[in-house]
């Protein structure tokens, strides 16, 4: 039972939790000692559904599934999307067992999706753009530019309002750009340590000059196969909005961490073979967390609360991650908002051959 990554507990007819396992501890951040002399009742949401799925599995004495039930509490930190799966004890009336299965991975996989979705649109998007409008604004500012030599001191400004304002144009096209940019890239084994390092470098030296950093580094991770100007983009785009998220807080905090996690696999939608994504990076601030109604289209192009934001950030980031075989996925609260990279493992020079 210890062995197993779910967490298990057993319930007697009178819902005391009689057992419990190590994954079980783990979820509800208590002992199985005090678990023992609880009630299940007492570690769920006041009305959850777990607690008439327990009733109904006594009843019917079969076993019972549900499917995305949200078992958070103020105690295990706020939402926790679980499977329930529910059964019988044959050889003790009245007991049950229950299995839960968190949603993280299933969830990480619908959201890749939608991710990819949203940089194809921007990529078509981008590429009409470059042709539709920088052509056009460059004659624009030529045309502006021959008016300025014969106008007027006061309608010059007026002339250098509309070069101005076509630079800014252009410059949001180029930012755009990146995305219709289908030319493979060159990949070569990185140490993410090394631009994580280079990319706190750049943040305090700058945007980020008030705020604390905290590193918690995995010293073995194996090397990321991937163009390291992109993964500088990629977390200069994070760590540039966890700072702007902190803002003048006294306390504000930016945590850089990076693990090897060798559980983590996933199905490529549309094939049979799971791919393994061992690599997690991760950057997380103690800000006011990502307003709830903006999660689910987090990374789509143009999302952006900031008055002076393109909302282009995490759009860029959520295309290069995933043109990298990887996921990004964004857990968010109040003082704890966590981007979580997900990258595969650099195999040596057969990978390299691949790219
Ligand atoms: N760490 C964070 N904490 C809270 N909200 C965030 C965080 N990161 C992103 N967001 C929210 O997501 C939105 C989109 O972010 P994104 O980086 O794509 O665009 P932006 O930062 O608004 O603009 P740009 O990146 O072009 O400056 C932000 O406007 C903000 O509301
Ligand atoms: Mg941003």
């Known amino acids: 039972m210890n062995a197993l990554p779910h967490p298990v507990v057993t319930v007697a007819a009178d819902d005391r939790i009689v057992d419990a396992n190590v994954a079980a501890e783990a979820f509800f951040e208590v002992s199985l000692a005090v678990l023992a002399r609880h009630r299940l009742h007492e570690f769920v949401p006041f009305g959850s559904p777990l607690l008439p799925l327990v009733e109904q599995v006594r009843a019917r004495g079969a076993a019972v599934n549900e499917y995305r039930v949200d078992l958070g509490t103020p105690r295990n930190g706020g939402e926790r999307i679980v499977d329930i799966h529910v059964a019988p004890l044959s050889e003790s009336p009245g007991h049950v067992v229950i299995m839960l299965q968190e949603r993280t991975i299933a969830d990480k996989m619908d959201r890749q999706l939608t991710h990819r979705g949203a940089a194809r649109s921007v990529t078509a998007l981008a590429s009409m753009l470059a042709h539709e409008i920088k052509n056009p604004l ?130 490529v939608p549309g094939s049979t073979t799971r791919v393994s994504l061992p690599l997690e990076f991760c950057v997380k601030d103690n800000g006011p967390g990502v307003p709830e109604d903006l999660m689910p289209h987090l990374f789509d192009p143009f999302v952006t609360t900031k008055p002076t934001g393109t909302g282009l950030g995490l759009a860029l980031v959520a295309k290069i991650v995933g043109d990298h075989g990887g996921i990004i996925e964004c857990d968010s609260q109040p003082r704890r908002t966590t981007f979580r990279v997900l990258m595969p493992m650099y195999r040596g020079a057969r990978d390299a051959e691949h790219n």
């Open 138 to 267: 460059s004659g624009i500012r030529g045309a502006a530019q021959l008016l300025e030599l014969s106008a007027s001191d006061d309608d010059r400004s007026l002339t250098r309002l509309i070069t101005d304002e076509a630079d800014r144009i252009v410059k949001l096209v180029d930012r755009m750009e990146v995305f219709s940019d289908e030319r493979p890239v060159d990949r070569a084994p990185v140490n993410i340590h090394a631009v994580l390092e280079h990319v706190r470098t750049l943040a305090s030296s700058g945007f980020a000059r008030h705020i604390r950093f905290v590193e918690e580094y995995d010293p073995s991770l194996p090397p990321v196969l991937a163009n390291r100007d992109q993964l500088v983009q990629v977390f200069l785009n994070l760590v540039k909005n966890a700072a702007e998220a902190v803002g003048d807080a006294p306390d504000g905090e930016i945590q850089l961490t990076t693990a090897f996690r060798p559980g983590v696999r996933l199905t």
